[in-house]
């Protein structure tokens, strides 16, 4: 009799001790479906999280915590146990109304923020290497206005001579990347699009190397800002090389004046011999003068046919375009309202 007393005494024990954790149980599942529920303490303007390499569940919302987004918790390491996740590195633009289950899923996209860097066409070396070393962004490995860093950065490179070797266009990058890279991409994308213009060059081009027709291009890309113009320009240097004539064309004296030019070209400037002077030299300077754009490598590789031998600006954008001495010098009076 006792024994059964003892027993129902027991049973009502687990039983009001079941009770009991379940009632726990349920409770803590509430309050773990109302954390999943809740939306991180987000800015209405979003917020950058920087997750840095090898960061642990753990540590993420450790720093979640001290950038004031939220609490560490039990819901966290639950979270993380039920829906496990290979968290990336990188800057994520979480925002306002983001719940943990979110949050944790974009650290685990690699859908880092993009940043954006544009090259412009026709620019110098020295612009761009200015952009790149006033960029907050990037990493800088180099100082590129110093000219040992800069020697030592296209040596990476296998480039001797910078000016005309980057493709300009708008390069995406992410925090981490480094002037270097940009460097290199670029670099590699204009030596793609200069083999390929290569390759497609018409027979009788008179230029004996891809490194003649991106000097070329850089000209033809410093001479006009239209692209319906870029192969009749082409095809006015062309035609000049082939018949021996100098090329006389003034953005190749404005880049070998260098710093002393102040804006304005005089004669004593076009008289002036400098390796770029096309007015002193017959043939293509040494160098390109600026970074020339896909149209313009294209445009000197397969130049427009004609007959015209000059061209002049004709004040609304464009250049007159003509096949004597006599026309060309009708349209220069033209242009300085002569007639």
């Known amino acids: 009799m006792a024994e059964r007393v003892a027993v129902r005494g ?8 079941a009770l009991l954790a379940g009632a726990l ?14 939306s991180l303490d ?33 819901q966290w390491k639950l979270l993380m146990r039920l829906e496990p996740h290979v968290y990336r590195s990188g800057e994520y633009q979480l925002a306002a109304g983001m719940v943990p289950q979110e949050v944790l899923a974009e650290l685990a996209s690699g859908r880092v923020i993009q940043y954006r860097l544009t090259l412009v066409e026709g620019w110098a070396f020295a612009q761009l290497a200015a952009l790149l070393d006033s960029n907050d962004i990037l990493e800088h490995r180099f100082d590129l206005s110093d000219a040992a860093q800069r020697a030592e950065a296209l ?9 005309g070797w980057f493709l300009p266009e708008t390069y995406q990058f992410t925090r981490g990347d480094s002037d270097l890279d940009i460097l290199t991409r670029s670099h590699r994308a204009m030596r793609a699009e200069l083999e390929q213009a290569w390759a497609s060059r018409v027979e009788d081009l008179p230029l004996n190397s891809p490194y003649e027709l991106l000097i070329l291009a850089s000209i033809v890309e410093k001479e006009t800002a239209l692209d319906s113009e870029r192969g009749q320009i082409a095809g006015v240097f062309v035609r000049r090389l082939k018949k021996g004539m100098k090329l006389q064309t003034d953005p190749t004296v404005i880049y070998g004046l260098g710093a002393s030019f102040d804006g304005d070209i005089r ?7 400098t390796p770029y002077n096309t007015y002193t030299r017959h043939g293509l300077p ?21 007959e015209t031998l000059f061209f002049v600006a004709d004040g609304n954008g464009g250049h007159t375009f003509s096949v004597t001495l006599e026309e060309h010098q009708a349209a220069v009076n033209r242009l300085l309202g002569k007639e």
């Open 155 to 163: 040596s990476k490179l296998d480039i001797d001579h910078p000016e």
């Open 10 to 17: 027991f049973l009502r024990i687990a039983l009001g001790l």
């Open 267 to 273: 004669k004593r400037d076009l008289q002036a011999d």
């Open 42 to 74: 987000i800015p209405s303007t979003g917020y950058v999280f920087v997750l840095a390499p090898g960061s642990s569940g753990s540590d993420i919302v450790d720093k979640l915590a001290a950038e004031g987004l939220t609490r560490t918790g039990w």
């Open 286 to 306: 040494p160098t390109p003068i600026s970074m020339p754009g896909r149209a313009s490598l294209q445009a000197a590789a397969q130049p427009a046919d004609g």
């Open 25 to 38: 149980a349920g409770l803590l599942w509430v309050r773990y479906q109302q954390f999943l529920a809740q």
